[in-house]
């Protein structure tokens, strides 16, 4: 196989049955061209409102008259103006009674499953309870909960009464829960007494009563009892909050009706509550898990995340296309390396989502997924959170079937979506990203702010999508919204990330744009660097940083994590070699130095913007949140590392 040959591309029979291909013949009532996915992409950009009009029809949201993009201005677009419809409505609605609703996967615990039925009553109940609780519309509810059915559930209710839901997992210390939730003043807190990960029972009713002592809006607690612990006198169990029968009397609220808040990193300073309407998550979801992921009844749809994480919220969309969606309360590398192949050959998951993090775990772990496991049930492997090096791309091929779709994705929390991805109509190449998704008009601004094609630039999206954020909390001015998003580019959404939309149409990731290396005025992406070093044995993972030094100068160190292993000059050696041949000479970094580790955010991205500032000389504290920060402990190993050179 040459490197311009794709790793998978789509039979004939991929093309016929594709969910997008039925949509592409409905949506010529609407004006779309008869054609392949490029026509029905520049379709979508060129003519927004007739493009959602179709979504909104196809499937097939409700009676609506009046205009699609009432004003297209960014921001601020108004979206069907005078819709009313409810988030929950529409998951509910595509309940399939042949077929589970969840499967509850948990380390050591036997597989559930969720019914629909089951799904529903809950759901009901709990709203009832809420409403008794006094919980109204437009009123906060917050979870502390692990991947389990229940947190689909209170989501569920919650939205059900036009209330706002925002959670994050157990994962977090109670302050760095407090950072993010005591923003909101919820009214009910819900909760598990704990979780499992890595092979162990992880009690958490300590950290629920610190938590909701933080927040004194609080008035109710309810506990998820996950591990069988007493639920304390003072809080309420999940249980008795979902026993009683109630009917289903889900509220319809205005389109842009907030639906859930979700929060940025918080890597420098507090974390932004993003909020999201109903009618933009619903058309966004819709169209990303049916007719991009081409999701429908019958698919098991697995996605390895935490309800801190917008992926959370973006698997609960299976359950709009029928789908059974797999919650998981555990570890992806237990009991083995290979444990979330394990998971998903024994539930017969026929779309997985994972990260390339995982996956070149895997290959340095030695796992063959196809050799240990039965995968004939899969379909698709998602892939997001960052860059897929192509010699990862390439080993999934051999090692899990050269049948199986890569999909890769790139978007984010602020849309709770992703603006580029995989359709089952387009082929897919190693180390890219196969396609803009449809109704994002994304675009890659060069030096002069102008599209460019097969060229690094900034990514952009030029005209509004329903999912864009209705605001930011406690933001009433819009400024920081603004600020965030359209301070660049005045009308134009700059997301923060170099991509190359290439000749044949697929889009590279580089990296953040606020971390680019620029030496000598030549623009590099830091993701390059990583596909190239983190495929080295003994390299565990790596940070690349460009610092400007006070004299004018540039100093470009990569630390890498060597785990027990030494970093021999041999080591060293063969890293410049390797950047030298598959990169470029410019991509060598003047130092190469040994560290305990790379910190990340909770979602998994590498903190290389607060870390170049660190090393700059800013005050830690000032420039990073420590509760956002997987291991926080290693901030102080880079400053103490500043403190030396500096000597």
């Known amino acids: 196989m040459s490197a311009t040959d794709p790793l998978w591309e ?53 009676q609506y008259e009046g205009p699609v993009l009432a004003d297209a201005e960014m921001p601020g677009a108004q979206w069907f103006p005078g819709a009313a419809l409810n988030y929950a409505e529409v998951v509910l609605r595509s309940a399939d009674d042949n077929r589970p609703a969840i499967r509850d996967l948990a380390e050591g615990r036997a597989p559930r499953d969720v019914t629909w039925e089951r799904v529903r009553f809950e759901v009901a109940s709990l709203a009832q309870t809420l409403r008794e609780m006094g919980v109204r519309q437009g009123d906060r509810v917050a979870g502390y909960l692990p991947n389990i059915p229940e947190a689909v559930i209170a989501l569920l209710a919650t939205a059900s009464i036009g209330a706002i839901w925002a959670a994050c997992g157990q994962d977090y210390a109670p302050s760095a829960a407090v950072s993010r939730l005591g923003q909101l003043e919820p009214k009910v807190l819900i909760s598990a007494d704990g979780y499992v990960y890595g092979g162990k029972d992880h ?3 300590g950290a629920v009563a610190e938590l909701a002592a933080a927040l004194p809006s609080v008035k109710y607690v309810l506990v998820v009892q996950r591990l069988g612990l007493e639920v304390p006198e003072h809080m309420d169990a999940w249980e008795s909050a979902t026993s009683q029968p109630a009917s289903h009397a889900i ?19 507090l974390p932004k509550g993003i909020v999201h309407g109903h009618g933009g998550v619903v058309l966004e979801h819709l169209k990303q898990a049916a007719l991009h992921l081409d999701l429908g009844r019958g698919d098991t749809f697995f996605w390895f995340t935490s309800p801190s994480w917008m992926m959370w919220n973006f698997l609960v969309a299976g359950m709009m296309t029928g789908s059974t969606i797999v919650t998981y309360d555990g570890s992806p590398a237990h009991p083995s390396a290979g444990g979330l192949w394990q998971l ?20 340095k772990d030695g796992v063959h997924p196809s050799d240990s496991y039965d995968l004939s049930a899969l379909r698709s492997i998602g892939i997001t959170g960052a860059t897929l090096p192509s010699s990862s791309a390439e080993w999934l091929v051999t090692n899990v079937g050269p049948d199986k779709q890569i999909c890769s994705i790139s978007g984010g929390t602020d849309v709770v979506s992703a603006f580029v991805g995989p359709a089952r109509t387009v082929p897919v190449w190693a180390g890219e990203i196969s396609r803009p998704c449809l109704g994002a008009a994304v675009e890659a601004f060069g030096a002069d702010d102008r599209p460019v094609r097969g060229a690094v630039g900034e990514l952009v999206i030029t005209k509004p999508l329903p999912s864009m954020p209705v605001s930011f909390w406690n933001d009433p001015t819009g400024e920081r919204y603004r600020e965030a998003y359209f301070s660049e580019y005045p009308g134009v959404w700059r997301h923060g990330d170099w991509i190359t939309i290439t000749e044949r149409g697929t889009v590279e990731m580089h990296g953040r744009s606020d971390s680019t290396l620029n030496r000598h005025g030549i623009r590099m992406g830091s ?13 565990r993972e790596a940070l690349i940083l460009g610092i400007d030094l006070p ?60 870390l170049k500032r660190i090393l700059q000389g800013a005050d830690p504290e ?10 926080p402990q290693l901030l102080q190993w880079y400053q103490q590392f500043r403190r030396q050179g500096s000597e």
């Open 551 to 610: 004299d004018g100068g540039y100093w470009m160190p990569l630390f890498v994590d060597v785990g027990e292993s030494e970093l021999t000059d041999y080591l060293k050696a063969e890293i410049v070699g390797a950047i030298r041949t598959d990169l470029s000479p410019r991509h060598v970094p003047d130092e190469i130095i040994a560290a305990p580790g790379i910190p990340h955010t909770r979602t998994g991205k590498k903190l290389e913007v607060p």
């Open 622 to 631: 000032k420039t990073v949140d420590a509760n956002s920060i997987d291991q």
């Open 203 to 205: 009690q958490k009713l």
């Open 251 to 269: 509220a319809s609220v205005p389109f842009s009706h907030p639906l859930w808040i979700v929060f940025s990193s918080g890597t420098t300073g």
């Open 10 to 62: 789509p039979t004939r029979n991929d093309i016929e049955t594709a969910r997008i291909t039925e949509f592409a013949r409905f949506a010529t009532r609407f004006g779309a061209p008869a054609g392949d996915y490029d026509q029905l992409w520049a379709w979508s950009v060129a003519d927004v409102s007739r493009f959602w009009a179709a979504v909104w029809a196809y499937f097939d949201l409700g």
């Open 527 to 539: 993701a390059d660097i990583y596909q190239v070093v983190e495929q080295l044995g003994p390299v």
């Open 344 to 363: 998903a050959a024994e539930s017969k998951t026929t779309f997985l989502g994972t990260s390339p993090g995982y996956v070149l775990g895997c290959i």
